[in-house]
């Protein structure tokens, strides 16, 4: 097991009170119409698409990006990984922003950025360099269907310069539809090293979910969360793994062509069968569903939440 470093004034584990103790293993699952969930830079901000199979990527800093942001427009959180600038318009690097938060110590930054107890950073406070490996980590997001990119074109009223007599073109890539599944993991150890509490897994949640459907910007907007599944486990250093692979989506549409939640269903059969064989080392499964989502297990047609408890296994609904 890696040896997370302790910070000076960190008590031992037995010793805090609210310090995450129990892995999370983590499923989040929105859909987004008509618009680019994540452009690429590097090809004209195009929508990421795996050439291969045409399946639609989401980066793991884009859903970060969505968390944080919640967490300190909404929620009136300090972040320290945000967009800040000076009075000249140029953007504050990380130590600019270490002498804005007026912190001299790790323990201080850790005790003011929640974003830093859950994903971790990198610094330097008086010339010592401080790395914090986040308890919080997801995979590259994929989508469950295969899509397909769009571009629009249109005008604008405006004109690009004073010698304009007329609008100019505007372009974007977008799709029609994505379904798209992110997989993290909340690592108990990690989270010792930068003292993430339960209130600020609570608080991922809630970024997760209303932070995606509160992501209103001409490129952004018509996000919307389906399903957040974390599986909080009772046996240390264990998860089962891969629980987004056991999520499939089932359609009497080729994949390019579904175009809202209500033309598929989710197929959790393996999902619910890995739930039921491990759940002894299971504690809890915390859930939030939208209605709109159709779950199938085997022949059964039923809420995710009422499958999972027909198991034997506890659920906590989310109330995000």
Same mark, same amino acid.
């Given at each position: 097991m890696k040896n997370y470093p302790k910070w000076k004034n960190q008590p031992e584990m037995n010793e805090m009170s609210g310090i995450v %103790? $129990?892995?999370?293993?983590?499923?989040?699952?929105?859909?987004?119409?008509?618009?680019? !969930?994540?452009?690429?830079?590097?090809d004209e901000n195009k929508p990421r698409i795996d050439e291969e199979t045409m399946i639609n990527l989401v980066s793991d800093v884009r859903l970060k990006r969505?968390?944080?942001?919640? @967490?300190?427009?909404?929620?009136?959180?300090?972040?320290?990984?945000?967009?800040?600038?000076?009075?000249?318009?140029? @953007?504050?690097?990380?130590?600019?922003?270490l002498d804005d938060l007026k912190v001299t110590s790790g323990d201080e =930054?850790?005790?003011?950025?929640?974003?830093?107890?859950?994903?971790?950073?990198?610094?330097?406070?008086?010339?010592?360099?401080?790395?914090?490996?986040? !308890?919080?980590?997801?995979?590259?997001?994929? %989508?469950?269907?295969?899509?397909?990119?769009?571009?629009?074109?249109?005008?604008?009223?405006? !004109? %690009?310069?004073? %010698?304009?007599?007329?609008?100019?073109?505007?372009? $974007?890539?977008? =799709?029609?539809?994505? @379904?798209?599944?992110?997989?993290?993991?909340v690592n108990e150890n990690a989270a010792q090293s930068t003292q993430l509490t339960d209130d600020d897994v609570a608080l991922l949640y809630d970024?997760?979910?209303?932070?995606?459907?509160n992501l209103i910007s001409r490129s952004k907007i018509g996000q919307m969360p389906r399903l957040l599944l974390s599986v909080v486990y009772k046996e240390k250093n264990y998860h089962i793994g891969d629980l987004n692979g056991t999520i499939k989506l089932v359609s009497g549409k080729d994949g390019e062509e579904i175009r809202d939640v209500s033309e598929f269903s989710?197929?959790?059969?393996? @999902?619910?069968?890995?739930?039921?064989?491990?759940?002894?080392?299971?504690q809890r499964v915390e859930l939030i569903e939208d209605p709109r989502l159709t779950c199938v297990a085997g022949k059964k $047609?039923?809420? =995710?939440?009422?499958?999972?408890?027909?198991?034997?296994?506890?659920?906590? !609904?989310l109330a995000l």
């Amino acid at each position: 097991m890696k040896n997370y470093p302790k910070w000076k004034n960190q008590p031992e584990m037995n010793e805090m009170s609210g310090i995450v %103790s $129990q892995r999370r293993e983590i499923v989040f699952l929105y859909d987004v119409k008509d618009i680019n !969930p994540n452009g690429d830079p590097l090809d004209e901000n195009k929508p990421r698409i795996d050439e291969e199979t045409m399946i639609n990527l989401v980066s793991d800093v884009r859903l970060k990006r969505t968390v944080r942001d919640y @967490l300190h427009d909404f929620k009136g959180r300090e972040i320290f990984i945000r967009e800040t600038r000076k009075e000249d318009g140029t @953007l504050i690097d990380k130590e600019g922003r270490l002498d804005d938060l007026k912190v001299t110590s790790g323990d201080e =930054l850790l005790k003011k950025c929640v974003d830093i107890r859950l994903f971790g950073a990198t610094a330097a406070i008086k010339g010592k360099s401080i790395i914090l490996t986040g !308890p919080v980590q997801f995979r590259i997001g994929r %989508s469950l269907h295969r899509v397909k990119v769009t571009y629009v074109k249109g005008t604008t009223v405006m !004109p %690009s310069d004073k %010698s304009s007599k007329q609008g100019t073109f505007t372009e $974007q890539y977008i =799709l029609p539809y994505s @379904l798209i599944g992110f997989y993290g993991i909340v690592n108990e150890n990690a989270a010792q090293s930068t003292q993430l509490t339960d209130d600020d897994v609570a608080l991922l949640y809630d970024g997760l979910w209303n932070g995606t459907k509160n992501l209103i910007s001409r490129s952004k907007i018509g996000q919307m969360p389906r399903l957040l599944l974390s599986v909080v486990y009772k046996e240390k250093n264990y998860h089962i793994g891969d629980l987004n692979g056991t999520i499939k989506l089932v359609s009497g549409k080729d994949g390019e062509e579904i175009r809202d939640v209500s033309e598929f269903s989710l197929d959790v059969t393996d @999902l619910v069968a890995a739930l039921t064989d491990n759940k002894e080392k299971i504690q809890r499964v915390e859930l939030i569903e939208d209605p709109r989502l159709t779950c199938v297990a085997g022949k059964k $047609q039923e809420s =995710l939440q009422k499958l999972i408890t027909a198991a034997g296994i506890k659920v906590t !609904p989310l109330a995000l």
